[in-house]
């Protein structure tokens, strides 16, 4: 695959004078094409895991074209604030090749991403970047968008058509491995359509939501620090607040990095929690209902323990969905996240306090 190439392939100001590979996600392929004064990103979009590449690149057209609009109007600076796609040469959302499909966008100079976060107030930060990203995205068509991937967070439909198929399957022997973390999950079934269900009773509302809220899909300012932009827009989609809630404590609460195998690093911070839930609320507080703010403490453990359930299921599966650097890395991965789960659990009465404290 010649990246080059690709790069030529789309509108940019300037030569293509390098491109390198770039990023640390666990889907996409991305890299950086230096065009001298411009800089763009180039990703190769996963269509093992979007299957409908076409429906989800006029998603984030119109999702981003949607903010812009907000953004200029409220003074802000649209480069830099959200995402700008740029068309291939011949108008096209994105270029086909035989090695796959490329889109591409603005790189945003000065700006960098976080992994973890070293200190509350950018964690804080954070959680008033997406906190903003679903206000601004409040009154967007839910309608016309694509689910780029259908029952994305519906843990109950990931337990039952997905993790029990993948246990039917597997040998014994990964099975005896990984015994108590199975137990694990299947002991928590039953909490696993609490979201779903109050969505179908009308009990909280269906929204636009990133549904992918780690960390390191906020851009910041490298001069100022500020949160710039929220970033990865492949998987916004109709769904709720408490995804997004939920995934970012998951991610950026956790005193260790999502793959950490020494357990006994792998701690859920309250206090992490706490300022997370200020950045949230600072934005998105008005325009939560009291039933989802009453669930926020509830939704961190449910996202954790579909994520930690989502990266066992493919190790059962031979690690065929996640990027993994070693063969256990998904069930690294999945143990970290159900220790964080346990912790969480044993904290639940203290992060119900803490929202409704704020
Ligand atoms: P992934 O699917 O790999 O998580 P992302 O869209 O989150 O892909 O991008 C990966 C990384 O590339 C980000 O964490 C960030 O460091 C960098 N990046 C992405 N978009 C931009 C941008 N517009 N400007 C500068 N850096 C970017
Ligand atoms: C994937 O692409 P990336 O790394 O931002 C995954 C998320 C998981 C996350 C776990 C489309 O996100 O759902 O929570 O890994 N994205 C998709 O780190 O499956
Ligand atoms: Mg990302």
Sequence with gaps: MDIIKIAEAFDFKGDVLSAKEFGSGHINS????????????????????????DGLMNNVFSVTDYLKNIIGKSGGDSERE?????????????????????????????????????????????????GRFQKMLGDFP??????????????YYRFENEFLPALEKADSKIKEECKS??????????????????IEKG???????????????????????????????????????????GDSIRFGA?????????LTKVNFSLEYFKVYTEGFLSEAGDILTKAEKENLAF????????CGMRFLTDYLNGNVYFKVDYPEHNLIRAKNQLKLVSDMEKSLSKTKEIVNEI
């Design 30 to 53: 991305t890299f950086i094409a230096d065009c001298g004064e411009n800089k763009y990103v180039i990703q190769r979009i996963n269509d093992n895991v979007f299957k409908d590449v």
């Design 203 to 245: 009990e909280i509302p269906l929204r636009v939501t990133h549904n992918d809220t780690k960390l390191n899909n906020v851009l910041f300012d490298e001069k100022t620090g500020e949160s710039l932009a929220v970033i990865d827009l492949d998987t916004v989609m109709p769904g709720s607040a408490l995804y997004d809630f």
């Design 82 to 130: 959200t995402l700008n796609f740029i068309r291939t040469k011949d108008g096209k959302k994105y270029f086909s090749t035989p090695d796959g499909f490329f889109r591409a966008y603005l790189f945003v100079k000065n700006s960098v991403c976080f992994d973890s976060a070293d200190t509350p107030e950018l964690f804080k930060k954070s959680g008033a970047a997406f």
């Design 142 to 155: 839910a309608e016309t968008l694509t689910e780029t991937i259908p029952h994305f967070h519906d843990t």
């Design 254 to 262: 956790s005193s260790a990095a999502e793959d950490e195998a020494d």
């Design 299 to 306: 939704s961190a453990i449910l996202m954790t323990l579909e």
């Design 181 to 198: 973390e199975i137990e694990f999950i299947k002991s928590r079934s039953d909490r696993m359509k609490k979201i779903t269900s109050l």
